[in-house]
């Protein structure tokens, strides 16, 4: 882990509503889950399943841009979630994700976004 | 409850998410009485949330955090409601090899995984009804993009020379109050379920509709006996009047299934 935000998590197994297109555990590892602290620079509103592009600054000063995959925006509306909501205003914000099975890296579901202000966004149930 | 720093998401949410009108209307209203049109016949015009075929979505908002999923705390004794079971059609035995293949090999084949239009009756209740006397509209807000399916009342018969499509050709017709529906002239390439549950052009689809107050209940049958052992009765759906509009569906572009690690793809129950 090249970011310095990013540190492993304590796991917690709980059996998931599915709320996804496909198996997020098909794609994504519940055992690898990280936190990491960046700014949303971009939201893909997209089915079936949203992006979010975190900009995750590194020790060197240098910039890792992540690819952070969510709900899909149907679900989401119901949730009166809006991607300016999810940019959260270019603040800095921390993220709870688990990262890909297959090795791409900077590639992460993402569970929660919690704002400098103190709110947050649950977006997946545990995997 | 959980004794982290995480709000306490359950607290609260049902004044909260009435006081933000999420919940069904349904639900917010207790029973009230089934609307019928100047004809008679129960009005099914309105949005419906129907879960799509996945969960039904109870956010729960605390201040401005808001949960999507995963909310709840765990259940203490461990009595969380068992899940359902996959309802799923029975295929005549020589075809259940090769439902079997596609089923195991689901990330490369299911259509749904690449964005096309899921069929009928996969694509279950419809999320917005437009009524009239002659004809009924269904329209579709589904991850696969918005979908219509224009069901006239009136019509003596399927029309013959229509191209055959993923959503097919219905007509329809009042049983009292149960709207009939009936649908024929496929494609064959859409599956019924996510399992590899294929169906052949000859695929003839009936469902019934009926609104019980504001709640819409959503049954159909699949037949298809070139390659089903018995027709298929879909577990019934239900669907509830929501004040959330269905919108224009954003593009669906497909991202993941190079990344998937293994071909067991889908965990959705549609």
Known sequence: ?127 | MRTTAKPSWASGFALLALALGNLPVGAQNGESATPRLASGVPDLNGTWDNGSGIDFIEPVFEGDSICLAGCNDPPESGAAAAPLPPDRPRYRSEFQARVDDLDARQVDEDPVLRCFTPGVPRIGPPDKIVQRDAEIVFLYDDVSGNFFRIVPLDASGHPTDTVPGYLGDAIGRWDDDTLVVETVNFNGETWLTDDGSFHTPDLRVVERITRDGDTLTWRATAYDPAVLAEPWNLRPRTAYLTGIEITEAPPCIERDLGHMVDDSSHDNPR
């Open chain 1, 1 to 127: 882990m090249t970011c310095k935000a990013a540190f492993m998590l304590a796991i917690v197994a709980v059996p998931p509503p599915a709320i996804a297109h496909h198996s997020v555990t098909g794609q994504y590892d519940p055992e690898q889950r990280i936190a990491l602290s960046g700014v949303i620079r971009k939201v893909d509103w997209i089915n079936p399943h949203t992006y979010l592009h975190l900009e995750v600054t590194n020790d060197d000063g240098s910039t890792t841009n992540w690819r952070l995959e969510s709900a899909p925006t149907a679900m989401l509306r119901k949730a009166r979630i809006t991607p300016d909501m999810l940019m959260g205003g270019g603040a800095v914000v921390t993220v709870d994700v688990i990262l890909a099975r297959d090795g791409t890296e900077h590639l992460a579901w993402l569970y929660r976004i919690d704002y400098p202000g103190g709110h947050s966004y649950q977006l997946s149930a545990e995997r």
